[in-house]
T-cell receptor, first 110, second 116 residues
Framework: QKEVEQDPGPLSVPEGAIVSLNCTYSNSAFQYFMWYRQYSRKGPELLMYTYSSGNKEDGRFTAQVDKSSKYISLFIRDSQPSDSATYLCAMSARDDKIIFGKGTRLHILP | SAVISQKPSRDICQRGTSLTIQCQVDSQVTMMFWYRQQPGQSLTLIATANQGSEATYESGFVIDKFPISRPNLTFSTLTVSNMSPEDSSIYLC?????????????FGPGTRLTVL
């Protein structure tokens, strides 16, 4: 089993819909959880950062971490065509390297 | 947050040659990281570059193939040596937002390398 699993998509949703992206992981030592957005031909951009379990909201984005299920989610409300990108989950244990998912390609259809 | 720039943004190289990629951070950071991103794959850490010491390489990556320099707290280079088509990839450098922070990273725009 890979340390981090992420469905590569592509995921296509109509503009205005709520988008749900998620990752599962196997390492119970992970404490830091991140979501990156990567536009085509650009470097990954940090979107959300969460420590341990719980929810974090930033504008239209909400990150959820469920450590008991080893499952993290990113929700995008009122999705826009500009949200079309690849979304990578990432996580790490304390003082350890960051492990990335393969990324989910998201298309928001106007 | 750190602003990170990379040069070149892309290059097309011949088999057997070497390419040096530069990474500049707008603030002083203790650690810088080099990643490879192949199509359809997750980001793979190549090595961690600490200023004043030799880089630490991940399993599967060796110094002879990917020599790294870290001459000061804002700059690093990665050389891809004796290139083959399998080295075609995007190479990214990253750094934590604060000196000493280890729990997240910001990325440069990447260098897209094609080896013929």
């Amino acid at each position: 089993q890979k340390e981090v699993e992420q469905d590569p998509g592509p995921l296509s949703v109509p503009e205005g819909a709520i988008v749900s992206l998620n990752c599962t992981y196997s390492n119970s030592a992970f404490q830091y959880f991140m979501w990156y957005r990567q536009y085509s031909r650009k470097g990954p951009e940090l979107l959300m950062y969460t420590y341990s379990s719980g929810n974090k909201e930033d504008g239209r984005f909400t990150a959820q971490v469920d450590k008991s299920s080893k499952y993290i989610s990113l929700f995008i409300r009122d999705s826009q065509p500009s949200d079309s990108a690849t979304y990578l989950c990432a996580m790490s244990a304390r003082d350890d390297k960051i492990i990335f998912g393969k990324g989910t390609r998201l298309h928001i259809l106007p | 947050s750190a602003v990170i720039s990379q040069k070149p943004s892309r290059d097309i190289c011949q088999r057997g040659t070497s390419l040096t990629i530069q990474c500049q951070v707008d603030s002083q950071v203790t650690m810088m990281f080099w990643y490879r991103q192949q199509p359809g794959q997750s980001l793979t850490l190549i090595a961690t570059a600490n200023q004043g010491s030799e880089a630490t390489y991940e399993s599967g990556f060796v110094i002879d193939k990917f020599p790294i320099s870290r001459p000061n707290l804002t700059f690093s280079t990665l050389t891809v040596s004796n290139m083959s088509p399998e080295d075609s990839s995007i190479y990214l450098c990253s750094a934590p937002p604060l000196a000493g922070a280890t729990d997240t990273q910001y990325f440069g725009p990447g260098t897209r390398l094609t080896v013929l």
